[in-house]
């Protein structure tokens, strides 16, 4: 009996000390760049020069990720239900955002956006799989390649 509580309590033990050395994105991150790698290996900012943008990831698998590009022009009109239909396309090419529930797979690398709702309609209620890097307090990954070939990455640095 002394055996099995041993053993239990060794497993346990490993257990939590395996849980403690596995990094974790849980927390607040702000947006350091929001770059494309073009299909010639170049990177270029996706959302101008110095995007704003936030993302948190909950303790109970809640997630939103916000991207906004710098340079935003305000409607004309100063009524967003009364926009050109440029200041519309505008508005809605200068912004990423979803929000949703996540998972993290740290043996494959991938972080698993399970999107409720998303600036882009086409992501609503979609499983989106993409590959991370955390290093310290530096979050990144990848966004599958667009039509154009060009691949977004989001870099992270947490708030403290």
Avoid: C
Wanted: charged residues 20%.
């Amino acid at each position: 009996m002394i055996k099995r509580i041993f053993l239990l309590a060794s497993l346990f033990a490993s257990a939590l000390s395996a849980s403690a050395q596995t990094p974790s994105i849980i927390g607040t991150w702000t947006l350091t760049a929001a770059d494309k790698i073009l299909p010639n290996g170049t990177r270029v900012p996706d959302y101008g020069v110095s995007p704003h943008g936030l993302a948190v990831f909950t303790a109970d698998g809640h997630y939103i990720v916000e991207i906004y590009r710098a340079d935003r022009h305000p409607f004309a009109s100063g009524d967003r239900a009364k926009g050109t239909p440029e200041e519309y396309r505008e508005a809605s090419l200068s912004m990423s955002v979803h929000f949703g529930r996540y998972t993290v797979d740290p043996a494959k690398g991938t972080i698993i956006f399970h999107v409720d709702r998303a600036s882009f309609p086409n992501l609503d209620e979609t499983t989106q799989v993409r590959p991370y890097k955390l290093e310290g307090d530096e979050l990144s990954w990848k966004v599958t390649a667009r039509p154009d070939g060009s691949i977004p990455v989001t870099m992270l640095q947490r708030v403290k």
